[in-house]
């Protein structure tokens, strides 16, 4: 017994040491670890439709997987120029906003004792007020070499894709040759669950995303909010984030519509209203109703996961943040040490302690 209490607490103290040593290297070496990790969540989601195509189309596996890297790819084009033509409509009907900008701005001025010119237009009375030139030409930089990575990071992602999903053809093969004995069937297990798991997550998060997304670019479109698309857009993206992103995405659509429809409160109140609706009843009550319960993380772990891996790698971090808790739970409940984790991961630990069971019986049998 207490040989057993000290591997295990061993166990324990090089799992520690793993973590931060793990850590560490994944900032550091964000620029390669974080394509490899969106890889592979890439991975999950199409290599069920590819397997299916492959066993029920006859769909050759390589064909296959170029189909779906290209869809992937068409989809970020249809995105990308759907977000481009709204910034671009912005910038042709900016005269539109000129005064509310201006009135927005006399109001701020006004507030914290900065000098406003009657004379001067909007964009006049920040370059000379706020050292706007400076903010631009740091936001050009800053935009212009965040892009060429997010492109090079896009394009090193689907390559990782590419060759990950051919490698998971030969998946089970390569784990009966890694690992013998007992623990062949538990390993097989994890990683089938984990693709499958994470996979039907990813799908419905998709899909309810995209529904959000619709909803929203409907409901622009009924009140005559301007650049509908673009709001659709960061609905759809915004919903990856759990909790902060429906609010955030609801917030800044309701400045908008005060800018756009002020003084008249009517249509500011209908799309405060409308949107806050529809991201609750989606987020709170459709969504998990489809996931279910075993895949449900904790709301706390959840915070805390938006904050780390926000903190690690941005913007992405935080939308993949979920996923890779979903993962984590998974492998946790795998490995027996690991137990006491998947539970503190957990959302309802009755919940966890029945998958965690079932799990057992299903590896006796």
Same mark, same amino acid.
């Given at each position: ?5 000290? #591997?295990?607490q061993? *166990?324990?103290?090089?799992?520690? $040491?793993?973590v931060? /040593? !793990?850590?560490?290297?994944?900032? +550091? &070496? ?5 394509p ?38 068409i ?68 935009? #212009?070499g965040?892009? *060429?990575?997010?492109?090079?990071? $896009?394009?090193?992602? /689907? !390559?990782?894709?590419?060759?990950? +999903? &051919? ?55 009924c ?48 799309v ?22 075993? /895949? ?6 959840? &915070?805390?996961a ?9 913007f992405?971090?935080m939308?993949?943040?979920v ?43």
């Amino acid at each position: 017994m207490k040989e057993k209490n000290y #591997s295990r607490q061993t *166990f324990y103290i090089l799992m520690f $040491f793993l973590v931060v /040593l !793990l850590g560490a290297l994944g900032k +550091v &070496l964000s620029s390669v670890v974080l394509p490899v990790l969106v890889s592979i969540l890439f991975s999950f989601i199409i290599y069920p439709a590819i397997k299916k195509a492959n066993s029920k189309l006859k769909i050759p596996w390589a064909l296959g997987t170029i189909l779906m890297v290209f869809l992937i790819v068409i989809i970020f084009i249809i995105i990308s120029t759907l977000v481009g033509k709204s910034i671009t409509a912005f910038l042709n009907q900016y005269s539109k906003y000129e005064n509310k900008f201006l009135f927005l701005y006399k109001v701020f001025a006004d507030t914290f004792n900065i000098t406003f010119y009657d004379d001067k237009n909007f964009m006049q009375n920040i370059w000379s007020q706020l050292k706007i030139r400076e903010v631009l030409q740091q936001l050009a930089l800053f935009l #212009s070499g965040n892009i *060429f990575s997010f492109v090079k990071s $896009f394009g090193l992602t /689907l !390559l990782f894709t590419v060759f990950l +999903v &051919l490698e998971l053809k030969f998946g089970k093969e390569k784990v009966y040759a890694m690992v013998q004995g007992k623990f062949q069937g538990r390993v097989e297990g994890m990683i089938k669950k984990t693709i499958s798991d994470t996979a039907r997550f990813l799908t419905i998060k998709f899909f309810v995303s995209l529904a959000t997304g619709l909803l929203v670019f409907l409901m622009c479109l009924c009140l005559g909010l301007d650049f509908a698309p673009m709001w659709a857009f960061l609905a759809f993206i915004l919903n990856f984030i759990p909790t902060f992103g429906s609010i955030f995405s609801v917030l800044m659509m309701t400045l908008f519509a005060i800018l756009q429809f002020y003084p008249s409160p009517v249509r500011i109140i209908l799309v405060f209203l409308i949107t806050f609706t529809i991201n609750f009843v989606i987020g709170n009550i459709i969504e998990p109703r489809i996931v279910g319960k075993n /895949l449900g993380v904790s709301p706390f772990i959840i &915070l805390v996961a938006l904050t780390f891996w926000g903190w690690m790698w941005g913007f992405i971090g935080m939308i993949i943040a979920v996923p890779v808790m979903v993962i984590i739970k998974i492998v946790c409940e795998n490995v027996s040490y690991l137990h006491p984790i998947a539970i503190l991961i957990g959302n309802h630990p009755e919940d966890t302690l029945q998958e965690l069971q079932q799990d057992e019986e299903e590896e006796e049998e």
